[in-house]
């Protein structure tokens, strides 16, 4: 299968650039897979919606929801050369067992092992200088003076926005391109799809009896780096560390053993779900689920899903791996005709978009 089936032609406007006026104002486009039939409703009608016969398990068992509580990093920082004054923006991915950080730099040739670069605060104070030690394509590592953590990226570092938004990112970034319920640092992107929800939504989902759970998965290159190979078969996921604990692994379990459809919210919850189902998602000595794990999971169409019965997410890039996993859930042709119409009908695009429920 080619790259360039998963295109579709994306008018700019519709490009969200900023979110929606209040957090849960957005629209979605109900998608049943089985009959092709579409629907137009509000974030907002989520307690309603759920609670239909469709979203129902085993004796009308209603469904349960699972969401990456990943943390977004301000993992986004601009240095200066020493010796030329440049300009270089960094991606801060990974820290490395030696202290220096893996990442995704622009204009990546330009940037030679070697290379100092002065990083600064909020108020235009040096704050820290690294030194590029190597890397590779569009990667560098950086060798820093100083412990760089998540209180460091904080004070500053910027939101890591995706290059479709563009602008620089604002204070209500720091707000709106996070989770209500992020809890462990470590994204350099948001877990979109999550960004919909208020904690008036997740009590009224409760109140309605659906039932929440937890996963973590550190969103990076997998879920971003965008496919360069003409056959998608040919694309090589990168790894994202993920884990799960106890209490939502029985949770998963035991909606499994009751009959109870498990949504996954957003497609890295799908990456962890149908990562972890091949073994018992409670550790045991016969199938052992480490605290902290890693995944490269490819999902595309062929692939069989295990454990997600109905995916939550948003509309995502072409030719992305994001929508090849979503046409695996629901046929590329349906899906590709979903998103035409959601052209037609003005629906806003990517991270900051409106949102689509599929069962």
């Known amino acids: 299968m080619k790259t360039s089936d998963f295109f579709f032609k994306l008018p700019e406007n519709l490009i969200a650039q900023y979110p929606a006026e209040k957090r849960g104002e957005s629209r979605l486009m109900l998608l049943d897979r089985a009959t092709g039939k579409r629907e137009h409703r509000m974030v907002r009608d989520l307690p309603e919606i759920l609670c239909r016969p469709e979203f129902r398990g085993k004796d009308g068992a209603l469904p349960l929801l699972v969401f990456n509580d990943s943390k977004v990093r301000k993992a986004r920082i601009i240095g200066t050369a020493l010796q030329s004054g440049a300009k270089a923006e960094f991606l801060l991915l990974e820290r ?117 759970a937890f996963v973590t998965l550190h969103v990076g290159l997998g879920t971003f780096l965008p496919v360069r190979s003409e056959n998608i078969e040919d694309h090589v996921m990168h790894e994202e560390s993920f884990s799960i604990n106890k209490e939502t692994a029985a949770k998963i379990e035991k909606a499994k053993a009751d009959g109870r459809k498990v949504i996954a919210i957003g497609t890295t919850s799908v990456r962890v779900l149908e990562t972890a189902t091949p073994h018992s998602l409670i550790p045991s000595p016969q199938s052992p689920i480490p605290p902290q794990s890693l995944t490269n999971i490819y999902i595309y169409p062929g692939y069989q899903f295990k454990s997600v019965d109905a995916l939550f997410t948003n509309f995502h890039t072409p030719e992305s791996t994001l929508l090849m996993l979503v046409s ?10 979903s998103y035409a119409q959601a052209v037609s009908e003005g629906y806003r695009f990517f991270s900051y978009g409106d949102a689509m429920l599929i069962v």
């Open 328 to 337: 695996a859930f629901a046929g590329r042709e349906l899906v590709l005709e």
């Open 96 to 212: 490395m067992g030696t202290g220096d950080w893996k990442a995704l730099v622009q204009r990546a040739k330009r940037r030679k092992t070697g290379s100092v670069y002065v990083f600064h605060d909020k108020n235009g104070a040096e704050a820290a200088r690294a030194e590029i030690t190597g890397g590779e394509n569009e990667f560098r590592f950086l060798s820093f003076d100083r412990s760089i953590d998540d209180d460091w990226l904080e004070r500053c570092g910027h939101i890591p926005l995706p290059p479709y938004i563009k602008r620089q990112d604002a204070p209500l970034d720091a707000d709106r391109y996070q989770t209500v319920y992020a809890a462990a640092a470590g994204s350099a992107a948001a877990p979109t799809a999550g960004l919909h929800f208020t904690r008036e939504l997740l009590g009224d989902l409760a109140a309605a009896g659906i039932e929440s």
